[in-house]
């Protein structure tokens, strides 16, 4: 019979469930990456919470983790370790779920927060307290010490918050223009790279250098304070966008198909957007601005998965492989130290620029 | 899977048989309005083709009728109810859409495309049921799309792909079902292909179709109405014989043309008239 021929490409991809008559759609290719990504982060989360200025062996990070070893590992790993691959996880996973949401929303893989100018949103708030407050301790300066500590996140989240109400108002007519709002976006992370530019080129080189550290995205020194309220957003985030998978299914087909389907398309755009937002908002206030994560690991799982849009789950496990992968990198593998940020950079822009190169060909051919 | 699942479910609700009517509506993008004042009555279990010159507002019209758009003043009635009144969902349950210029994401299966058209039939709990298998099946073997169903949307060739998207919008199962230009960028036996099968869908399965074409000869084959628009306002309504005239193609079209009897239907059959000298003249 004809319908069996197609049953294992089916199950490949999605296999329903079907229990009385309740029914769901499985996505066993999906959850088979996000097993076998799971199982990788496990793996290098380990590795990266063993490895430091005192190594701790993987069974002993196991051991103290679950209450056991003795007292001076159970300290690094718990109140020193532990915190920051907690942050380099979250950040990963939101990250990457922000990326996933704006290119699903544009219909573009080229259109992530980085590109939005919602990262540099994020970045010039926290370098214009940087510089401001200037932290190397001149006389003069409007603050310092403490307060830089924790103005640094919040100006990148007002930062960053401040762009996205930026890009929204600009590119809102009667709803919401896709083509207007990435457009939008690129001249705005124009202006702001520009503007924070400014602020490094007037600044005390000690605040600009200190500045830079940060504008790299660094997952140095990061603690609890650091991962709540990425996790949270998360928490929060997470369960209303898998609900909204079906119409994120029904708008790749274009705006007017979607409502034609019944989907709400303006709501769903403005959920997915602000969920995007604060996702990014909060990841760069926790880490600086990791660049290309959100643009690349939602394209990697989109490649693993073999769908037609960014799978969320899958691109969150691998946007946490990718973070903790590059700071096991930046502090133990390469010979110098470097910020998770430099590598995080170096995968991505490669992968933007074979994507642009391959794009540009499928138009001319 | 019986073929009755894609049978109209229900009777005609509506008044004076008809279920989706324009009221006075006038739309505008901005301050000038593209339609204006119109009233319309889509009849039930007919096929409508709307026509008229380029910019008179026929594909506006089309859009709010399926609350694409909503007008400035006047309202679509949906069963009698005013159309913003009743739940986007809801109304997709009723009204099906082929919007002109459907957007298939790269690799995007076939059954994958039909399957979304049981959207509005699906809830958390209920994603894919084995009616919602059963009608998917049913639309794709209609459309003779059922063969490529394992195909990537854009391997298709120009006709095949509008038959899967038709098939999306039967997988709807609604008993209004509206084509803008479904026959745009394709060769003429495709446009025919495409037509065949909406005809089929009409008198086969009960549904009701409104359209918009530009070609006249192809409405006049496929049409039970045919709605000729002007300038944001209908000019004239009725069967193709009562409706294509030599009067009503220079008035609203400003194009000279005969009009003759099909040898074959009886129906008309719109030829131009050209100033130029035959042998000059180059091919259509």
Same mark, same amino acid.
């Given at each position: ?8 490409? /089916?199950?490949?991809?999605? &296999? ?110 926290? /370098? ?12 003069? %300066? ?68 200190? %500045? ?44 007017? &198909? ?17 969920? &995007? ?16 994560? &959100? ?25 946490? /492989? ?15 130290? /470097? ?27 | ?121 699906? *809830? ?22 059922? +063969? ?32 803008? +230009? ?10 025919? +292909? ?9 008198? +086969? *399965? ?14 006049? *084959? ?63």
């Amino acid at each position: 019979m004809a319908t069996r021929q197609a049953a294992p490409r /089916v199950a490949l991809h999605a &296999a329903p469930l079907r229990v009385g008559r309740l029914s769901w759609r499985v996505p066993v290719r999906a959850g088979v990456v996000c097993l076998v990504g799971a199982a990788v982060l496990l793996l290098l989360v380990a590795v990266d919470m063993s490895v430091g200025d005192f190594p701790i062996p993987v069974p002993d990070v196991v051991s103290a983790l679950l209450g056991g070893g003795d007292a001076g590992q159970r300290f690094v790993v718990m109140e020193l370790r532990l915190p920051q691959t907690v942050v380099a996880v979250a950040v990963g996973a939101a990250l990457a779920l922000a990326g996933a949401l704006t290119q699903t929303l544009a219909r573009n893989p080229l259109a992530s927060p980085d590109i939005l100018g919602i990262t540099d949103g994020a970045a010039f708030g926290a /370098v214009l307290v940087i510089v401001a407050a200037g932290g190397s301790g001149y006389g003069g %300066a409007v603050a310092s010490g403490r307060l830089q500590e924790v103005g640094v996140p919040l100006a990148a989240l007002a930062g960053a918050l401040a762009a996205a109400l930026l890009l929204f108002l600009l590119s809102w007519r009667r709803g919401l223009d896709i083509q207007r709002l990435v457009l939008t976006g690129i001249a705005l992370s124009a202006v702001l790279t520009a503007a924070t530019s400014y602020l490094l080129v007037n600044a005390r080189i000690q605040d600009a250098s200190s %500045a830079q550290a940060w504008l790299t995205g660094s997952l140095n020194a990061r603690g609890w304070e650091h991962a709540v309220p990425v996790l949270l957003t998360i928490a929060v985030t997470l369960p209303l966008m898998l609900l909204l998978v079906p119409s994120l299914n029904a708008m790749l087909l274009g705006d007017d &198909a979607a409502l034609g389907l019944g989907v709400r398309v303006r709501a769903v755009q403005l959920a997915l957007l602000v969920a &995007a937002v604060a996702l990014a908002a909060v990841s760069v206030s926790a880490a600086g601005p990791l660049e290309f994560v &959100a643009f690349v690991a939602p394209q990697i799982a989109l490649r693993l998965t073999g769908g037609s849009r960014p799978p969320l789950v899958a691109a969150m496990v691998v946007g946490a /492989v990718i973070v903790v992968g590059a700071d096991v990198l930046s502090r133990a593998v390469l010979p110098f130290t /470097v910020p998770a940020g430099i590598i995080t950079a170096a995968i991505g822009a490669p992968y933007l620029i074979y994507l642009l190169i391959r794009s540009n060909r499928r138009r001319t051919a | 899977m019986t073929a009755t699942d894609l049978d109209a479910p229900t009777a005609p609700r509506g008044t004076d048989g008809s279920r989706l009517a324009a009221h006075a509506v006038t739309v505008g993008y901005g301050a000038t309005p593209v339609v204006r004042g119109l009233s319309l009555a889509v009849p039930t279990g007919k096929v409508t083709t709307i026509v008229g010159p380029n910019g008179c507002g026929k594909s506006t019209l089309l859009r709010t009728l399926a609350r694409l758009l909503k007008p400035t003043s006047g309202q679509v009635l949906l069963d009698g109810e005013p159309i913003t009144d009743v739940a986007t969902r809801e109304v997709s349950q009723r009204l099906a859409l082929l919007p002109q210029s459907p957007i298939a994401p790269d690799g995007l299966l076939v059954r994958d495309l039909v399957g979304r058209g049981r959207h509005p039939h699906q *809830r958390w709990f209920s994603q894919w049921s084995s009616t919602d298998e059963g009608v998917v099946e049913e639309a794709m073997r209609l459309t003779d799309t059922w +063969e490529l169903r394992d195909r990537a949307i854009d391997q298709l060739s120009g006709g095949q792909r509008q038959r899967a998207w038709i098939a999306m919008t039967l997988a709807q199962d609604t008993d209004l079902v509206l084509l803008d +230009e479904p026959t745009t960028f394709l060769d003429l036996a495709h446009q025919v +292909e495409v037509l065949d099968l909406v005809s089929r869908l009409n008198r +086969e *399965r009960g549904r009701t179709v409104a359209m918009v074409l530009h070609d006249l000869n192809l409405a006049a *084959r496929y049409s039970d109405l045919v709605v000729v628009m002007k300038d944001g306002v209908v000019v004239t309504q009725g069967t193709p014989g009562e409706v294509f005239t030599t009067e009503l193609l220079a008035d609203v079209f400003g194009l000279r043309a005969d009009v003759m009897a099909d040898p074959r239907t009886g129906l008309p059959v719109v030829v131009p008239v050209s100033a130029v000298p035959v042998p000059t003249r180059p091919a259509d």
